[in-house]
């Protein structure tokens, strides 16, 4: 779609003027338009894929914040830092990581992220109980997905009996159609209970 493009184009001439630094980032990504994603995402090699609609529906500001937020994941490595790693986990512990830095940078962010404030960011356990992820600033995206993990794996502990009961265990489908493994549909559960809203994937 012709017209996404062109706000995608604008904004990076934008950016020239206001972030130079991002700007020049940005401009040695390619972006291709994707139609069966639901908002963007990157490959380890700067392969920019986004949804016409997603472009569409977001303010030109929020553009420019989540094509800074795209680049800096290349940037930080964190395509090559999840190997191994739960997906879902990681793409929460490094989209707090980058929103965190854009923040302090100024940038107006997709006002649907994961989007701390003070370097802090709340979830809510199954029980309804709060953890705090703080200090977003000082730690890396495999630091705060360590963090997460460990949260989530304490509330397991204390969930396991309950679970263990329950006949309706269902399997939510990933991104890419493969079912999740039952430890990521109720990590997956518990983030969109807790923040009321699905997580931001990127894609690769
Ligand atoms: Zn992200």
Do not use: W
């Amino acid at each position: 779609m012709e017209i996404q493009n062109k706000k995608i184009t604008r904004a990076k001439v934008q950016l020239q003027n206001e972030k130079p630094f991002f700007a020049y980032l940005i401009m040695n990504m390619t972006f291709i338009e994707k139609e069966d994603i639901e908002t963007i995402g990157v490959d380890a090699l700067g392969n920019c894929y986004y949804s016409p609609k997603f472009i569409e529906e977001i303010s030109e500001n929020e553009l420019k914040g989540v094509l800074a937020h795209e680049v800096l994941h290349l940037v930080l490595e964190h395509l090559s830092r999840s190997k191994d790693l739960q997906h879902l986990l990681y793409n929460v512990a490094s989209d707090l990581c980058v929103n965190d830095m854009l923040l302090e940078n100024g940038f107006d962010l997709y006002s649907k992220g994961l989007l701390p404030r003070y370097h802090e960011y709340t979830f809510q356990n199954s029980d309804g109980e709060d953890f705090t992820i703080s200090d977003i600033n000082k730690k890396t995206a495999n630091q705060v997905y360590e963090e997460l993990l460990k949260a989530l794996k304490d509330d397991e502990k204390a969930q396991d009996g309950e679970d263990a009961k329950r006949t309706d265990k269902h399997i939510e489908s990933k991104d890419d159609g493969k079912p999740l493994t039952p430890a990521e549909t109720r990590s997956k559960r518990k983030m969109e209970k807790g923040n009321k809203r699905s997580v931001h994937l990127c894609e690769g």
